[in-house]
DNA sequence: TATCCTTACGGAATTCGTAAGCATG
DNA sequence: CATGCTTACGAATTCCGTAAGGATA
């Protein structure tokens, strides 16, 4: 057993049980590739692939279970690198970030601002996701940390933590007659076209949860994934906003933001790491930025308590 | 980094770091063991051992760190060579076992009955240890099992369940004066020289609990490991006996139970597999075998929830 | 027939053990 | 001076890529 033949067996997982290319994401021949696979078989005795004549088009039952424990053996493999080059005081490296638009266009930039002087030498890879698809990229290891409101706590393997509270505000145009209004209600919101997140995005949740209690049915006639598409919009006059606090805080002249603090549920954003990773030092410095109330010792002991 | 390097790492910590010894124990030349072990530190770019001179004398802060993810690489591998066994048919292997005194003495010889007859090819390893032990070896992979009661629901690398109920029983020899009550009292009781297990042992906290409770001072007069022992004690009329209901079954003639249900909290005989084990055919039927009511569905769950 | 996997083979690189050297208690 | 680790070197093994062969959609 050796970590080529492991890792030949995970990429042929992932990249639909094709050898050649699974060849070229190794920087190797098919034919090794095909031998690694065929040699952990054999020293395992079990036929992890399904294969229909000699092509590969599947995991057998065993080869699932077997599947699982190698993509844990490469895990450990790279936190086993990780934990050298933290201690080795490299301060090279990437720091993979997963979060939701929101969190990227309004929150990371002061984090990553503070980040690049911090460790000039580590690059960052930002990538943008739905909140479903952050912790599936934490949970496999291609991002170290996620961000986001929602989703993120349901996961076993993930540990996760508040960073801060947000509340939504209302967005609307010049003129609009909201703005007369002393202290804006449910109903009185509802008689208005509705702009905000699709269903699963920045604290929808608690919008529609506030809507359905007092039993009013809101006409949200456009829903977005970001916030600048929402204001947009309501620039347009297609209808009211309702967007998180920290996108209504530089909003351009023509926008007024209204409280609505008293209206829709607070939501708290998270940020999550597989259980069980080893964490660089930018990597904690990083989620000590986000969520500067987390004592160190309560982080390092959720993520390794495995142990 | 490759397989060999990380047993030569563990194997070091494990003995001393004497690399003779390693060498010895992983069939190679101690050049090799030297080799391999800086060939991982070079790579991961730090110093694993603490080293006076040429000799290795400890870990170092980093190394610790390494330490622990190499022994979890190596579990893992250790778990995907089991998976292969397992679904290859194969019914040879070793169920390493290990338990306290009273459970190999009176517990396990009908499990292991049944076992040798369903798997005549697998060998049985019988470890016999104190409870704190137990957990330490089924934590380390030394043990696949651990069954014992007390101590074993503490470790959070452990997933345990209960196994069966069982009390404590008095017992005396022939002529007794308590032979003649009714029912016995923890008062009654305490006006005798008392002989039972040592602290930590098999329930005997919840004696000590008892007596606590309505502020008595027992006189114990001698502890032991294990029931024989205090039988034996007994039978000199050094004291009365407190032992666990499984060694009362089939006493000599000469020595004499009382019930002592009412006296004792009952006590709950738990098994215990390291969370994130690959678990054997074998090994979950052993397991049933001691614990009947336990869905295969929940064991399953509860040892990989980790994915 | 194009794609994809297997088999065969030879060169290259790695690995490993022996023997000798050196430090330490 | 005995124990224990490192270095040096050569042999053996393993590893891997190229080229050819065969199966399948």
Same mark, same amino acid.
Request: charged residues 20%.
């Given at each position: =057993?050796?970590?080529?033949?492991?890792?030949?067996? #995970?990429?042929?997982?992932?990249?639909?049980?094709?050898?050649?290319?699974?060849?070229? +994401?190794?920087?190797?021949?098919?034919?090794?590739?095909?031998?690694?696979?065929?040699?952990?078989?054999?020293?395992?005795?079990?036929?992890?692939?399904?294969?229909?004549?000699?092509?590969?088009?599947?995991?057998?039952?065993?080869?699932?279970?077997?599947?699982?424990?190698?993509? #844990?053996?490469?895990?450990?493999?790279?936190?086993?690198?990780?934990?050298?080059?933290?201690?080795?005081?490299?301060?090279?490296?990437?720091?993979?970030?997963?979060?939701?638009?929101?969190?990227?266009?309004? !929150?990371?930039?002061?984090? !990553?601002?503070?980040?690049?002087?911090?460790?000039?030498? !580590?690059?960052?890879?930002?990538?943008?996701?739905?909140?479903?698809?952050?912790?599936?990229?934490?949970?496999?290891?291609?991002?170290?940390?996620?961000?986001?409101?929602?989703?993120?706590?349901?996961?076993?393997?993930?540990?996760?933590?508040?960073?801060?509270?947000?509340?939504?505000?209302?967005?609307?145009?010049?003129?609009?007659?909201?703005?007369?209004?002393?202290?804006?209600?449910?109903?009185?919101?509802?008689?208005?076209?509705?702009?905000?997140?699709?269903?699963?995005?920045?604290?929808?949740?608690?919008?529609?949860?506030?809507?359905?209690?007092?039993?009013?049915?809101?006409?949200?006639?456009?829903?977005?994934?970001?916030?600048?598409?929402?204001?947009?919009?309501?620039? =347009?006059?297609?209808?009211?906003?309702? !967007? +998180?606090? =920290?996108?209504?805080?530089? %909003?351009? +002249?023509?926008?007024?933001?209204?409280?609505?603090?008293?209206?829709?549920?607070?939501?708290?954003?998270?940020?999550?790491?597989?259980?069980?990773?080893? %964490?660089?030092?930018?990597?904690?410095?990083?989620?000590?930025?986000?969520?500067?109330?987390?004592?160190?010792?309560?982080?390092?002991?959720?993520?390794?308590?495995? #142990?």
């Amino acid at each position: =057993m050796n970590f080529q033949q492991l890792r030949s067996v #995970r990429e042929a997982a992932r990249r639909g049980y094709n050898l050649t290319e699974v060849a070229n +994401a190794l920087f190797t021949s098919q034919p090794g590739v095909s031998r690694q696979i065929r040699e952990l078989e054999e020293e395992l005795g079990i036929d992890i692939f399904e294969r229909n004549g000699k092509r590969l088009t599947g995991l057998t039952e065993p080869g699932k279970e077997v599947l699982h424990i190698v993509e #844990r053996l490469l895990l450990e493999a790279e936190n086993l690198q990780r934990a050298g080059e933290t201690y080795s005081g490299k301060t090279t490296g990437t720091l993979s970030i997963a979060a939701t638009h929101t969190q990227t266009r309004y !929150v990371l930039p002061r984090a !990553v601002q503070h980040f690049r002087t911090a460790f000039p030498d !580590v690059r960052i890879a930002l990538q943008q996701s739905a909140p479903e698809h952050i912790a599936e990229w934490v949970l496999s290891g291609k991002a170290d940390i996620g961000i986001a409101t929602e989703g993120l706590s349901r996961f076993e393997g993930l540990v996760s933590f508040p960073c801060y509270e947000w509340h939504h505000v209302i967005v609307v145009p010049d003129g609009h007659p909201l703005l007369a209004v002393k202290s804006v209600t449910l109903e009185l919101l509802a008689q208005y076209p509705l702009i905000t997140y699709d269903i699963g995005f920045t604290g929808r949740s608690h919008i529609d949860q506030a809507f359905t209690e007092q039993q009013i049915s809101p006409d949200i006639v456009l829903t977005a994934m970001d916030s600048d598409v929402i204001q947009q919009y309501v620039t =347009m006059n297609l209808g009211v906003g309702i !967007v +998180a606090s =920290m996108a209504a805080e530089h %909003l351009p +002249a023509n926008l007024h933001p209204i409280p609505a603090n008293h209206l829709f549920a607070s939501n708290v954003t998270r940020v999550a790491v597989r259980r069980g990773a080893f %964490l660089r030092e930018y990597a904690i410095d990083f989620i000590q930025q986000l969520a500067p109330k987390l004592k160190l010792n309560e982080l390092a002991e959720a993520v390794n308590w495995r #142990r």
